[in-house]
């Protein structure tokens, strides 16, 4: 039986903490930050978890994590 393959953007993005959640970084940060308040920007920083509804999916492809 062969193995199944990781979708390999998904492991870019995606990583799965001690209790089982799926953190995800903020989008919207990467590129035209100067119309963007620094409040905004501020609250972009760190990880988030993956929606509820999301989450079906992303485990797909994410199989061995």
């Known amino acids: 039986m062969?193995?199944?393959k990781t979708k390999s953007g998904a492991k870019k993005r995606f990583r799965?903490?001690?209790s089982?959640?799926?953190k995800r970084g903020s989008a919207?940060?990467?590129h035209i930050l100067t119309k963007?308040?620094?409040k905004?920007?501020?609250q972009l920083r760190g990880?988030?978890?993956v929606?509820?509804?999301d989450k079906q999916s992303v485990r797909a492809m994410l199989p061995y994590a």
């Open 16 to 18: 799965i903490s001690g």
């Open 28 to 30: 919207f940060k990467r």
């Open 2 to 4: 062969p193995k199944m």
């Open 51 to 53: 929606h509820e509804s």
């Open 47 to 49: 990880a988030t978890s």
């Open 40 to 42: 905004r920007k501020r």
């Open 20 to 22: 089982g959640h799926i």
């Open 36 to 38: 963007k308040t620094t």
